[in-house]
């Protein structure tokens, strides 16, 4: 929704947005100026960098955490994710030049024509690739695409298992949407493009469900058996009411030159399938993998096998989760997020990258944390792995003193106490 930069300016300076700001943040609308001044910032932004516009449009896009099902989504299995109240913001406004123009804070500007959409394999692993696609899959369901500039700010980290890189092809999404469809596509959808942009543009076989998460927000289950049309179903769910906080702990270690180690899962799952007859592990039964497995040490190497093992087991896991979270069970929840991680650990093996000694910043940080919380509460490996962050449930009688130990280990700032966001990508 576009409207006058100035009277953008007004309504955030006088709390005309408080109410869904504060839906937005999970706190106050007391406690929403901080979060006016970004959008503000933006603004500012936009112009600092492209010029005096007219009129723009606010946009946001959350981060998103796992909460069940640890690379199970590209085998078509089942997902526990939410949206939480970190997020990635702009503003957006038309140019007449054709182009689509993306300025993030702290990167390069991003420009490309609108008249020339397809994939470039020299641009694979770039921001332009993904910006490229997603015009090209928006193009394709009917969008009138135009010039636009867009300014980006964010608070999701780089690299930091809460999916950034989601939270930006999701809020692309949201933008074109909002701008060029005059028949609006749907968050799942959004999702989808999103998944599609980074698949085939940018190179990387991710799966669905961090950009679900980011789009859809709350917190949900996702069974993609019919991956053009999962299955998405609300969990309605407060943590603090069990006494639980949700903290994310950033390891500090970067995804950079980590392709390889996330694209070998789903191939080495995939190929575990092919050798039992099916695409993706979804497809075949967990005895006829049984059955199978001699022929499929052979031709995939036991590693593969013991990531099918874990597939199964994890995929089995969220119904049980979604279960004992609608039950109120936190304590068998609880047990079982511990199980899920400690299968990732073993069993998928993304805690570790290979041939790592040095750096193992992921195993160091689970470490810690189950040290200091003691055998409570519960502590896994989140998002993709190897790199990125940790995800623990903390008693909320020890959050003070697991934060500050936990940073004096990772440094300071990098224990994020997160809320589940209950609305995904939002026009402001």
């Not at 503003?91 to 030049?97: C, F, G, I, T, Y």
């Not at 933008?175 to 999103?194: H, R, T, W």
């Not at 000694?357 to 502590?379: N, P, R």
Request: charged content about 20%.
């Amino acid at each position: 929704m576009m409207k006058s930069i100035s009277t953008w300016k007004q309504e955030l300076t006088k709390g005309a947005h408080a109410a869904r700001l504060a839906a937005l943040y999970c706190c106050t609308p007391d406690e929403t100026p901080a979060q006016a001044a970004r959008y503000a910032a933006v603004l500012d932004g936009l112009e600092t960098t492209f010029g005096a516009h007219t009129e723009a449009g606010l946009y946001s896009a959350p981060g998103r955490t796992e909460i069940g099902g640890n690379h199970t989504d590209h085998q078509h299995g089942r997902v526990l994710a939410g949206s939480v109240n970190i997020d990635m913001i702009a503003a957006a406004a038309p140019n007449s030049l054709n182009q689509l123009r993306v300025q993030s804070e702290g990167y390069d500007l991003c420009v490309i024509d609108l008249d020339d959409l397809t994939a470039r394999k020299e641009e694979e692993n770039t921001t332009a690739s993904l910006l490229r696609g997603e015009c090209e899959a928006f193009r394709q369901r009917g969008a009138k695409l135009s010039g636009l500039d867009v300014y980006i700010s964010s608070n999701v980290p780089k690299g930091s298992g809460v999916s950034s890189s989601a939270a930006f092809e999701v809020l692309v999404g949201v933008i074109l949407n909002d701008c060029f469809m005059d028949e609006k596509v749907s968050p799942i959808a959004i999702a989808q493009i999103g998944q599609w942009a980074e698949n085939v543009y940018f190179g990387k076989p991710c799966g669905l469900m961090d950009q679900m998460a980011s789009s859809v927000g709350n917190i949900i289950t996702i069974d993609f058996a019919d991956k053009a049309n999962p299955d998405v179903e609300p969990v309605q769910v407060d943590f603090s009411k069990a006494g639980l906080a949700l903290c994310i702990l950033d390891s500090g270690a970067d995804h950079a030159d980590l392709t390889d180690e996330y694209a070998a899962i789903p191939n080495e799952c995939r190929a575990v399938a092919a050798v039992c007859g099916g695409e993706v592990l979804r497809d075949v039964p967990f005895e006829t993998f049984l059955a199978n497995i001699p022929a499929c040490r052979k031709q995939c190497g036991d590693r593969a096998v013991l990531r099918a093992f874990h597939f199964y087991a994890d995929n089995d896991r969220v119904p049980q989760q979604v279960a004992a979270l609608r039950e109120g069970d936190f304590d068998a929840f609880l047990q079982m997020v511990t199980a899920s991680g400690d299968s990732s650990w073993e069993y998928l093996q993304n805690v570790i990258p290979a041939g790592y000694k040095e750096h193992q910043e992921v195993a160091v940080t689970i470490a810690a944390a189950k040290h200091y919380l003691g055998g409570k509460g519960a502590v896994r490996v989140h998002g993709g792995g190897f790199a990125g962050t940790v995800q623990a449930f903390v008693p909320v009688e020890m959050l003070a003193d697991f934060k500050a130990n936990m940073e004096k280990i990772l440094g300071a700032g990098r224990c994020h106490v997160l809320n589940i966001r209950p609305e995904g990508g939002a026009v402001l």
